[in-house]
């Protein structure tokens, strides 16, 4: 199947997602459920991740500007702003889209093979909408959470790393980070987020929905899911990036 | 009542429907019959809407399946019950759960009175202490049990069952049979069943119709099938060595 017909055919779902909820209490209870799944399930990756990348980004520019020029407290700045403009955003959700759209991607399509997407169908649901329009949801409302807890635990994390190994003082690191601070970078970093969880939820549930043959398939789907979903944060991390910041 | 015309469906070169036309009544049991491979679950998942067909007609009473959007035929289902060869039980929903499914997203009824329906027709299903237990903890039969109280909970007016039997004992069978046919009656619905079973061919099937490598090859009653000089359904019927005996002796 060439591009253009993936395109055309994961607009149509998308379609025949937003659609009214043929009972608002279950989507609810699904929505709460993914919450869970999707949010709450994450916070140890994120967590760990954004430690480990604030204090590595630390120590790593303190060892790069050892310039007599170049004033300490920008160690604070640099990953104040990395840690905001692209690790939180950009890395967490790369992050996610291995972990929650290889899952989405195999949940979905181990349904369809499985024929209980069809049993959905004959109920009289609307199968896409009630399997997808709960993740995206609670995806598009809850990874900006994550982020946000990304950037506060990134930026400590250096803080902390960086005092410990001594490359920083806490005076020096504290007024880095408050320097020159430009909030609509986190605006910006949100908007890329909000776009990023919609991705790296819509693209895995179309892979998965459209699964066809056996548990080969499914594997399949969900390699496919992460593939095309990195790949399309990766774009749209530039366009967004051009659009907001050039 | 269900009628279909000359329905024919191919995937890719393979002709797998050639040019099915029948009428499926109220009130009776129809079953379909077939070897394995003949056509028969693409057969009613055409029915039903989910495979396309590539030409042919589909009357839901005087109502035409081809030509309803995406939203009518959302609403005729809420009217359909089925139950898959494979169950196609939701896995991460208990027993109950799943059959109060269709009642949460479609009835109006209180909880108490949805869980009620549900043990109703777990009960009918003959499956009592099972409730709190997930598909992957149930058996074969077990799980084609809780399939069939889901497609029954919303009272259908159309019900659908591929194989309600295949996996069972002799007595569930049995259970099972007499189950289709009570409701069919008792509810007067359009109920189509597929089957390998002889003993449910002989025992419910109120007209039956036989496929053979994707057309219509006869159709008939419980007390034809047994009259028939049709070969290959006297190959079908009289498969076994016990079944032609029978015969002899009749
Ligand atoms: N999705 C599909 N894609 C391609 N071919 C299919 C598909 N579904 C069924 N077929 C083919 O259609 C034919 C009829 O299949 P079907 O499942 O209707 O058989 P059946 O009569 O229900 O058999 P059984 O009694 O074993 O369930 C088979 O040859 C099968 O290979
Ligand atoms: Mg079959």
């Given at each position: 199947m060439g591009i253009l017909s993936h395109v055309g055919r994961f607009v149509l779902l998308m379609s025949r997602v937003f659609r009214r909820p043929e009972k608002f209490k279950v989507y609810a209870q699904q929505f709460w459920k993914e919450v869970d799944a999707i949010g709450l399930n994450s916070l140890g990756i994120v967590a760990i991740v954004s430690i480990f990348m604030g204090a590595v980004t630390t120590i790593q520019t303190a060892y790069n500007m050892e310039?007599?020029?170049?004033?300490?407290?920008a160690v604070g700045l640099a990953v104040r702003d990395s840690m905001i403009l692209e690790f939180s955003p950009t890395i967490i959700c790369i992050i996610l889209a291995g972990k929650v759209g290889s899952n989405i991607a195999s949940e979905i399509g181990t349904m369809r093979v499985y024929e209980q997407i069809d049993a959905l169908e004959i109920m009289g649901v609307n199968s896409s909408a009630f399997l997808i329009l709960p993740k995206i949801l609670a995806a598009v409302l809850i990874i900006p959470f994550l982020v946000i807890i990304s950037m506060f635990l990134g930026i400590g994390g250096g803080w902390i790393f960086g005092v410990m190994s001594g490359v920083v003082t806490t005076y020096k690191f504290v007024y880095g980070i408050t320097y020159w601070f430009i909030p609509f970078y986190v605006t910006y970093a949100l908007i890329k987020t909000v776009v990023f969880a919609f991705l790296l939820t819509s693209i895995p549930a179309y892979f998965g929905y459209y699964t066809q043959g056996g548990a080969v398939e499914v594997g399949a789907s969900g390699t496919k899911a992460v593939v095309y979903s990195t790949i399309l944060i990766l774009l749209c991390n530039l366009i967004i990036t051009q659009m907001l910041l050039a | 009542m269900i009628r279909i015309a000359d329905i024919n469906k191919s995937f890719g070169e393979k002709h797998v429907l050639k040019g099915i036309t029948a009428t499926f009544e109220a009130g009776k049991t129809n079953l379909i019959i077939g070897q394995s491979g003949s056509g028969k679950t693409v057969l009613t998942k055409c029915i039903v809407g989910l495979h396309s067909v590539d030409s042919g007609q589909i009357h839901y009473g005087d109502k035409?399946?081809?030509?309803?959007?995406f939203k009518e035929k959302k609403q005729l289902r809420q009217e359909i019950g089925m139950l898959f060869q494979g169950g196609?039980?939701?896995?991460?929903?208990?027993v109950e759960e799943n059959v109060l499914f269709p009642l949460s997203m479609f009835s109006d009824q209180s909880m108490s009175e949805k869980r009620d329906r549900a043990n109703f027709c777990l009960n009918r299903v003959k499956l009592d202490n099972a409730n709190k237990l997930f598909p992957a903890e149930i058996s074969g039969g077990m799980k084609k049990r809780v399939a069939i109280a889901r497609a029954m909970a919303m009272n259908p007016k159309y019900l659908f069952c591929d194989e309600p039997n295949s996996g069972l004992d002799p007595q569930t069978s049995i259970v099972i049979d007499n189950l289709i046919k009570e409701i069919t009656d008792e509810y007067n619905m359009t109920t189509v069943v597929i089957t390998h079973d002889m003993n449910s061919v002989m025992e419910i099937g109120d007209n039956i119709i036989f496929i053979y490598k994707g057309e219509k090859w006869w159709e008939g009653s419980n007390e034809d099938i047994l009259k028939t000089e049709n070969k290959e359904i006297n190959d079908f019927v009289y498969a076994s060595k016990y079944m032609r005996r029978l015969k002899a002796a009749k």
């Open positions: 310039s007599p020029w170049i004033p300490l407290y | 035409d399946f081809i030509v309803m959007d196609a039980l939701f896995d991460s929903l208990t």
